[in-house]
C-alpha cells in the first residue's frame, strides 16, 4: 500500500511540473504566429453498462501535449505528449517523446524518439476526432504496439509526394514497446506504410496498406496470443485500408492480418459516418476480429452510436452501443462519453 501510495505521489508531481512547464507556454499562444511551443489538452469522461452486472464511471482520457509552434525552427519540431486515465489506475503514462527535422522543401522528414509508428488508416486519426468512442477491436489488437504501450523508441522515415497525394512512411524500431527496458535486446523491428490520395472540390479518397516485419523475442503479446505465451520468432502482419469522404458521408474500411510463425490471425472492420447537419452524427460499424488464444469471443461486434457536437469537437457527447452473439447469448454493452478540450 505504502508503494502504491509512493507511486501515486510521485506521478501526481510529475503531472504538476508538466502542467506548470506547459502554462506560461500556453500564454504564449495568444500571441499568435510568434510561438515557439504551445500545449494542448483535453479530456474524455466516460460511462458504460451492460444492462446486468452494473455500470461503471471512468476517466477516460485526461491527455496533454506539448509541441513546437510555427517560430521555434524552420526545419526542427518536437512532440511530448502525457496522459492519465482510470484504466491505467491514474498513473502518469509519458506516451510521446520525439524530435522531427524537415527539409527545406517540406516534403521529408525523420522522426526519432517515443512515438507510434505509422501503421493503419485507423491508428493515424486521433481518438478524438474519430466518430466512435474506441478505435475498431481489429485495430487495437494487431497494430505493432498493441499491448507494449501502442509506441516504441526509433526512427522513421517519412516522404509526401505530388501535392500530398502520396504519403509513404518506413521506420526501424525496438521492437518491444515502451513498458519495458531491455539492456541487451535482441530483437527489431521495421515498418512500411504508403497512402494514395485523390482530392476533389466536394469528396476525398484514401488507398493504402501497411507492412511490419519484427524478430520478436519473449514477447507478451496479449491481444492475439494467451497472456501466459511469451512469443519469440517471426511476426508479420500487414494491413490494407480505404476511404471516401464528402460533405455528407465518410466511409472506411480496413484488413489485417498477423503469422506468428506462421500462426495467423485476421480481422476487418467497416465504418460508416453519417453527418446530418453541423451538430448531428449517427455511425454504424461491424467490427471482427479472430486471434489465437481459444480463451476468447471470436464472434464480430454490431456497433450504433450518435454524436453530438456541442462545439465541433471541443465539445462533444457520444452514445454508444454495441452488441454480439456470444454463444448463442446477445452481449450488449452501451456507453456515453462527453468531451472537453483545453486550449
Do not use: C
Amino acid at each position: 500500500m505504502e508503494g502504491d501510495k509512493m507511486r501515486k505521489t510521485v506521478s501526481l508531481l510529475i503531472f504538476v511540473l508538466f502542467i506548470s512547464a506547459a502554462l506560461p507556454v500556453g500564454a504564449q499562444t495568444i500571441s499568435g504566429p510568434a510561438d515557439k511551443v504551445a500545449w494542448h489538452g483535453y479530456t474524455q469522461f466516460w460511462m458504460n453498462t451492460d444492462f446486468n452486472r452494473g455500470y461503471n464511471l471512468a476517466l477516460r482520457r485526461l491527455k496533454f501535449w506539448l509541441g513546437s509552434g510555427p517560430a521555434f525552427s524552420d526545419h526542427w519540431s518536437f512532440k511530448v505528449q502525457a496522459l492519465f486515465t482510470s484504466l491505467g489506475h491514474e498513473k502518469f503514462f509519458l506516451q510521446d517523446v520525439y524530435g522531427q527535422y524537415r527539409n527545406k522543401s517540406g516534403v521529408s522528414s525523420v522522426r526519432f524518439g517515443q512515438f507510434t509508428p505509422r501503421y493503419s488508416l485507423q491508428r493515424t486519426q486521433h481518438d478524438y476526432l474519430i466518430a466512435p468512442i474506441e478505435r475498431a477491436m481489429v485495430i487495437n489488437a494487431s497494430i505493432p504496439g498493441s499491448g507494449l504501450g501502442v509506441r516504441d523508441i526509433g526512427l522513421q522515415y517519412n516522404l509526401k509526394a505530388y501535392n500530398g497525394k502520396i504519403e509513404v512512411n518506413a521506420g526501424a524500431f525496438n521492437g518491444y514497446g515502451i513498458k519495458t527496458y531491455r539492456l541487451g535486446n535482441t530483437g527489431f523491428m521495421l515498418t512500411h506504410n504508403f497512402t494514395y490520395t485523390i482530392k476533389r472540390p466536394h469528396a476525398l479518397w484514401k488507398l493504402g496498406y501497411s507492412v511490419m516485419y519484427r524478430k520478436a523475442v519473449d514477447l507478451l503479446l496479449k491481444t492475439i496470443l494467451p497472456d501466459t505465451v511469451l512469443f519469440t520468432g517471426n511476426d508479420f502482419r500487414f494491413d490494407v485500408y480505404a476511404l471516401f469522404r464528402n460533405q455528407k458521408l465518410d466511409l472506411q474500411a480496413e484488413f489485417s492480418k498477423t503469422y506468428l510463425n506462421g500462426s495467423q490471425a485476421y480481422g476487418y472492420y467497416a465504418l460508416a459516418t453519417v453527418y446530418l447537419n453541423p451538430k448531428n452524427e449517427l455511425y454504424f460499424s461491424f467490427d471482427h476480429f479472430k486471434d489465437l488464444n481459444p480463451a476468447t469471443s471470436d464472434h464480430p461486434w454490431y456497433v450504433a452510436g450518435y454524436n453530438y457536437l456541442f462545439k465541433k469537437h471541443d465539445l462533444m457527447l457520444t452514445l454508444d452501443t454495441r452488441f454480439r452473439n456470444d454463444g448463442g447469448k446477445v452481449k450488449n454493452l452501451t456507453s456515453m462519453q462527453f468531451q472537453m478540450f483545453f486550449h
